[in-house]
């Protein structure tokens, strides 16, 4: 990512975190209507797992310029992910729910361009999670 990039990304997280509980609220409602089957996949309460989401969004998009530091604990929360459920498909709906929240929460401010720097951040997020999972799986398959 370029610093341009970074930077729109910090500057619309750091609008959508002024708002964190209706945030996280808009991204679950989004994610559910995107795939109503992965409502399955949370369970407790809803509040505080948007709450987590938030804090992780903000540790990545703080580290984005320094994202070999934080790479571990992505590829540990990309593990996670995986044993509760979570399947390197699931990651585009995930993707396509960030991006339609901060659409709607953000409005006129989030421009084309601050939508391509949020794709080309969560793409590479996302990445280094599914690969985790996936080296995973493979060494469990292999065992």
Same mark, same amino acid.
């Given at each position: 990512m370029t610093p341009k990039q970074i930077q729109l990304v910090?500057?619309?997280?750091?609008?959508?975190?002024? &708002?964190?509980? !209706?945030?996280?609220? +808009?991204?679950?409602?989004?994610?559910?209507?995107?795939?109503?089957?992965?409502? $399955?996949?949370f369970k407790g309460?809803?509040?505080? !797992? $948007?709450?987590? +989401? &938030?804090?992780?969004?903000?540790?990545?998009?703080?580290? +984005?310029? !320094?994202?070999? $530091?934080?790479?571990?604990? +992505?590829?540990?929360? $990309?593990?996670?992910?995986a044993a509760y459920g979570v399947c390197p498909e699931h990651y585009a709906v995930v993707g396509e729910a960030l991006i339609g929240t901060l659409q709607q929460a953000l409005g006129e401010a989030f421009t084309i361009e601050a939508r391509r720097a949020w794709i080309d951040a969560y793409a590479h997020l996302a990445w280094i999670m599914i690969a985790a999972a996936e080296e995973d799986e493979g060494l469990a398959q292999a065992a």
């Amino acid at each position: 990512m370029t610093p341009k990039q970074i930077q729109l990304v910090r500057d619309t997280f750091a609008a959508l975190a002024a &708002m964190p509980d !209706q945030a996280a609220a +808009l991204f679950h409602r989004r994610l559910f209507e995107l795939d109503p089957s992965l409502r $399955g996949l949370f369970k407790g309460d809803l509040a505080a !797992q $948007g709450a987590r +989401l &938030m804090a992780a969004l903000g540790s990545a998009v703080r580290a +984005l310029d !320094q994202l070999d $530091g934080v790479a571990p604990a +992505l590829r540990s929360l $990309g593990r996670r992910h995986a044993a509760y459920g979570v399947c390197p498909e699931h990651y585009a709906v995930v993707g396509e729910a960030l991006i339609g929240t901060l659409q709607q929460a953000l409005g006129e401010a989030f421009t084309i361009e601050a939508r391509r720097a949020w794709i080309d951040a969560y793409a590479h997020l996302a990445w280094i999670m599914i690969a985790a999972a996936e080296e995973d799986e493979g060494l469990a398959q292999a065992a």
